[in-house]
């Protein structure tokens, strides 16, 4: 059944990019793939989606089962709940140690040293075609390699968190997050006698090898890129002056029943009225915002009978994407342009206009910076129904002079 789509679209031309990921066991590129259709998105996967082929490719009936009991999606088949990495973390007896897309394409698989997951995992990609295939026989990755590690996935996620609970005590100490490729917990610490105190201080609280520490750049801060009297897609009056953002797709809430569409939060307040444009025309209403450590979105409820439409179906989805992904920013000022996922667990301060600072932690980064008026646009992660639908996997929070952090789909669609 077809369904009018009420949803917004920034960019009225985002191209769906072809090709597939040349990720493999056997290093050398499988050049032959039969009948076998490759995936339309280069260089892009989501941690769900290859958790669903490890299931299907090695035939594991247990792991199948436990993917498929998370699964839930919207009406348009769009995932807003999912088998996720610390799920994944648990079915492995938390021998599961990260994974990441390499230089090379190659999906890179890590579990802990010795583990049996990791003789089992071995042993099922030599027996196999040496291709991960979802259920769709789409090849996901040609080239799987496994890495052996000495932290699990879960030692790392826990010291970050215990980290992230002190880091506002030393001066020295602005941003950490898990790497994957490193298998360890990294941490910015600024230049200078405090950051070096902070170093000395943290090594001798925990495991100094699996720390890994990064000097800071201190003018390189994050700031939320929201635009006060700009003129943009949506807009909202308050008092003497118009707080605009960028939309970024619609949602569908399981809490209420039905979609609505997604902003950033700062700028808007609930109950606000939402117009196109500068007032213009008025499109529906704010009825929900959340801004703390891991969100910044509102909510706007399309009044009755309103279709704001685009070009595209782009849906909040809970995907998460695999570290080394390329995903497309958007956003009003700066329109598109492909970036590459540094980290999904990123934790730093974000300063707003209004002087408050938030410790914002569990958002996506990524290594192209965005401007001031492209709050709230969605980064696209991939696409679904032959490319009718974007799948948005996180919108714009904040930006630096080199990067742009965003708000996780999954904690979005999770607030309402």
Same mark, same amino acid.
């Given at each position: 059944?077809?369904?009018?789509?009420?949803?917004?679209?920034?960019?009225?031309?985002?191209?769906?990019?072809?090709?597939?990921?040349?990720s493999a066991y056997a290093i050398e590129e499988q050049k032959d793939t039969g009948s076998k259709e490759i995936?339309?998105?280069?260089?892009? !996967?989501?941690?769900?989606?290859?958790?669903?082929?490890?299931?299907?490719? %090695?035939?594991?009936?247990?792991?199948?089962?436990?993917?498929?009991?998370?699964?839930?999606?919207?009406?348009?088949?769009?995932?807003?709940?999912?088998?996720?990495?610390?799920?994944?973390?648990?079915?492995?007896?938390?021998?599961?140690?990260?994974?990441?897309?390499?230089?090379?394409?190659?999906?890179?698989?890590?579990?802990? &040293?010795?583990?049996?997951?990791?003789?089992?995992?071995?042993?099922?990609?030599?027996?196999?075609?040496?291709? !991960?295939?979802?259920?769709?026989?789409?090849?996901?990755?040609?080239?799987?390699?496994?890495?052996?590690?000495?932290?699990?996935?879960?030692?790392?996620?826990?010291?970050?968190?215990?980290?992230?609970?002190?880091?506002?005590?030393?001066?020295?100490?602005?941003? !950490?997050?898990?790497?994957? &490729?490193?298998?360890?917990?990294?941490?910015?610490?600024?230049?200078?006698?405090?950051?070096?105190?902070?170093?000395?201080? !943290?090594?001798?609280?925990?495991?100094?090898?699996?720390?890994?520490?990064?000097?800071?750049?201190?003018?390189?801060?994050?700031?939320?890129?929201?635009?006060?009297?700009?003129t943009s897609q949506i807009s909202t009056p308050d008092g003497d002056y118009v707080s605009s953002s960028t939309?970024?797709?619609?949602?569908?809430?399981?809490?209420? &029943?039905?979609?609505?569409?997604?902003?950033?939060?700062?700028?808007?307040?609930?109950?606000?009225?939402?117009?196109?444009? &500068?007032?213009?025309?008025?499109?529906?209403?704010?009825?929900?915002?959340k801004i703390n450590s891991s969100n910044d979105s509102a909510f706007i409820k399309l009044d009755s009978g309103?279709?704001?439409?685009?070009?595209?179906?782009?849906?909040?989805?809970?995907?998460?994407?695999?570290?080394?992904?390329?995903?497309?920013?958007?956003?009003?000022?700066?329109?598109?342009?492909?970036?590459?996922?540094?980290?999904?667990? %990123?934790?730093?301060?974000?300063?707003?206009?209004?002087?408050?600072?938030?410790?914002?932690?569990?958002?996506?980064?990524?290594?192209?910076?965005?401007?001031?008026?492209?709050?709230?646009?969605?980064?696209?992660?991939?696409?679904?129904?032959?490319?009718?639908?974007?799948?948005?996997?996180?919108?714009?929070?904040?930006?630096?002079?080199?990067?742009?952090?965003?708000?996780?789909?999954?904690?979005?669609?999770?607030?309402?």
């Open positions: 059944m077809k369904r009018k789509s009420k949803f917004i679209a920034l960019v009225l031309c985002i191209a769906t990019v072809l090709g597939g990921i040349s995936r339309n998105t280069s260089g892009y !996967l989501t941690e769900g989606e290859v958790f669903a082929a490890l299931a299907y490719t %090695f035939d594991d009936v247990e792991l199948s089962n436990a993917t498929n009991n998370k699964k839930v999606y919207s009406p348009n088949g769009v995932p807003i709940k999912n088998f996720t990495a610390e799920d994944y973390s648990n079915f492995t007896d938390n021998s599961y140690g990260g994974m990441y897309l390499d230089k090379n394409g190659n999906l890179v698989l890590c579990y802990t &040293e010795g583990s049996d997951m990791l003789k089992k995992v071995d042993a099922s990609i030599k027996n196999s075609s040496s291709q !991960l295939l979802n259920e769709s026989k789409e090849v996901l990755s040609h080239n799987v390699v496994l890495k052996s590690v000495e932290y699990s996935y879960a030692d790392l996620l826990s010291t970050c968190e215990e980290l992230s609970r002190i880091r506002d005590q030393y001066i020295g100490f602005s941003a !950490l997050w898990v790497s994957d &490729e490193d298998n360890r917990v990294v941490l910015e610490i600024l230049p200078g006698s405090e950051g070096e105190k902070t170093k000395e201080q !943290l090594s001798s609280m925990f495991d100094p090898n699996m720390l890994l520490f990064l000097e800071a750049d201190p003018d390189d801060r994050y700031k939320a890129i929201s635009s006060i009297n700009g939309p970024a797709g619609r949602m569908w809430s399981s809490s209420k &029943e039905y979609y609505g569409i997604i902003t950033c939060g700062h700028g808007h307040k609930v109950k606000d009225t939402v117009y196109k444009g &500068e007032l213009s025309k008025r499109i529906g209403k704010i009825i929900g915002l309103h279709s704001y439409t685009g070009t595209k179906v782009d849906e909040i989805s809970s995907d998460v994407p695999v570290k080394g992904s390329t995903i497309t920013l958007r956003g009003y000022v700066s329109g598109s342009k492909d970036a590459t996922v540094k980290s999904t667990n %990123f934790e730093a301060d974000i300063n707003y206009k209004d002087g408050t600072t938030v410790s914002a932690k569990h958002m996506i980064k990524v290594n192209k910076a965005m401007q001031e008026g492209d709050s709230g646009g969605g980064a696209i992660g991939g696409v679904i129904d032959g490319g009718r639908t974007n799948c948005i996997i996180g919108i714009n929070r904040a930006s630096s002079s080199s990067s742009t952090l965003l708000v996780k789909g999954e904690y979005i669609l999770d607030a309402y």
